[in-house]
């Protein structure tokens, strides 16, 4: 059982786990997109390990707003480093995989806890898509450009 109330027990077990399920997820990236076999490893593993610290502060913000700038900022350089909208949204399906079986994984014994935590988790995978749709859009009005696909 979780010894901590919610939402700082998941908070907590995030950034505990946050070097493990950024290595795991840089893994996935590197092995099943090819656009992001020429990121480094070490650069990818190190924004893989800050993305899921913001995801862990975004779980205490009712509105998410902690992670905006920064989901703003990474969908920018995804985009100026010519990663193609459909990889990066793939790289984010494989993130929220790892940090899914890491909440299933560690609250196995506590499945209230647990599904508590994965309606939480699920609200801000929803945020970060808008976020990472708003960002390309703008984008392409701004620059009057479309985005890789």
Do not use: C, W
């Not at 907590?12 to 893994?27: D, E, K």
């Not at 299933?104 to 808008?130: C, E, I, M, W």
């Amino acid at each position: 059982m979780n010894t901590l109330p919610f939402p700082a027990g998941l908070m907590a077990m995030l950034h505990a786990h946050s070097a493990t399920v950024a290595a795991r997820a840089t893994q996935r990236m590197k092995a099943e997109l090819p656009s992001y076999a020429r990121i480094p490893e070490e650069m990818l593993r190190s924004q893989n390990t800050q993305t899921v610290e913001y995801v862990a502060a975004m779980m205490n913000e009712s509105d998410f707003s902690v992670a905006r700038e920064y989901f703003e900022r990474l969908t920018d350089q995804r985009i100026q480093a010519g990663i193609p909208t459909a990889d990066f949204l793939q790289a984010i399906d494989l993130m929220v995989a790892e940090v899914i079986e890491q909440i299933q994984h560690t609250y196995s014994s506590d499945p209230d806890y647990r599904d508590k935590a994965l309606r939480l988790f699920h609200a801000g995978t929803v945020f970060v898509r808008n976020v990472v749709g708003r960002t390309h859009l703008r984008q392409i009005v701004e620059q009057g450009s479309t985005p890789a696909h």
